[in-house]
T-cell receptor, first 115, second 111 residues
Framework: EAGVAQSPRYKIIEKRQSVAFWCNPISGHATLYWYQQILGQGPKLLIQFQNNGVVDDSQLPKDRFSAERLKGVDSTLKIQPAKLEDSAVYLC?????????????FGEGSRLTVL | GENVEQHPSTLSVQEGDSAVIKCTYSDSASNYFPWYKQELGKRPQLIIDIRSNVGEKKDQRIAVTLNKTAKHFSLHITETQPEDSAVYFC??????????FGPGTRLSVLP
């Protein structure tokens, strides 16, 4: 079974530039999460999708971050404009059990460095 | 919203000894408590989980206990091995929502 795919793996940009990350979840997984993991910290939930609807985006900095999951499969996370404090690994995860709660399968992550 | 605390932040044990990591959560509605292991530069991977209708679960050298009344749960690793060295995260979730992670514990198993 293919895992969660993310790209790019690494991205270096200057502050005020924009960046987009892509995630392809495990086939059939209805729930998709984007997490931000700053070095030395635990993953922090940015947004959760159930199919193509947003379940929770309460911690998404909506003035600069946006995410979408068109057609309920792939998802993109965009940051515009980036700030220095956005330097982190952006982890995408998917789950098959939705609101019943089950294992999260994580992708390898996209490491963002903002200079 | 849910808040998960985790202690200790770092833990060093001698190979063969036991390691215990403790987490507390704030939302009494949380009903699913997984533990993830993250090796350096790798993705977090589930090692064990427990649901609120169970007090203890064991899988070989790893066990998790849950005290719903006190809102805390713990990870126990026995007979530690060098390959157990990693960062461990606890998490709490309410039916797949509010999936909140703790800050992590860096475990070092010394030969």
């Amino acid at each position: 079974e293919a895992g969660v795919a993310q790209s790019p793996r690494y991205k270096i940009i200057e502050k005020r530039q924009s960046v987009a990350f892509w995630c392809n979840p495990i086939s059939g997984h209805a729930t998709l999460y984007w997490y931000q993991q700053i070095l030395g910290q635990g993953p922090k939930l940015l947004i959760q999708f159930q199919n193509n609807g947003v379940v929770d985006d309460s911690q998404l900095p909506k003035d600069r971050f946006s995410a979408e999951r068109l057609k309920g499969v792939d998802s993109t996370l965009k940051i515009q404009p980036a700030k220095l404090e956005d330097s982190a690994v952006y982890l995408c995860a998917s789950s098959s059990r939705g609101v019943s709660a089950g294992e999260l399968f994580f992708g390898e992550g996209s490491r963002l460095t903002v200079l | 919203g849910e808040n998960v605390e985790q202690h200790p932040s770092t833990l060093s044990v001698q190979e063969g000894d036991s390691a215990v990591i403790k987490c507390t959560y704030s939302d009494s509605a949380s009903n699913y408590f997984p533990w993830y292991k993250q090796e350096l530069g790798k993705r977090p991977q589930l090692i064990i989980d427990i649901r609120s209708n169970v007090g203890e679960k064991k899988d070989q050298r790893i066990a998790v206990t849950l005290n719903k009344t006190a809102k805390h749960f713990s990870l126990h690793i026995t007979e530690t091995q060098p390959e157990d060295s990693a960062v461990y995260f606890c998490a709490a979730s309410n039916y797949g929502q509010n999936f909140v992670f703790g800050p992590g514990t860096r475990l070092s198993v010394l030969p």
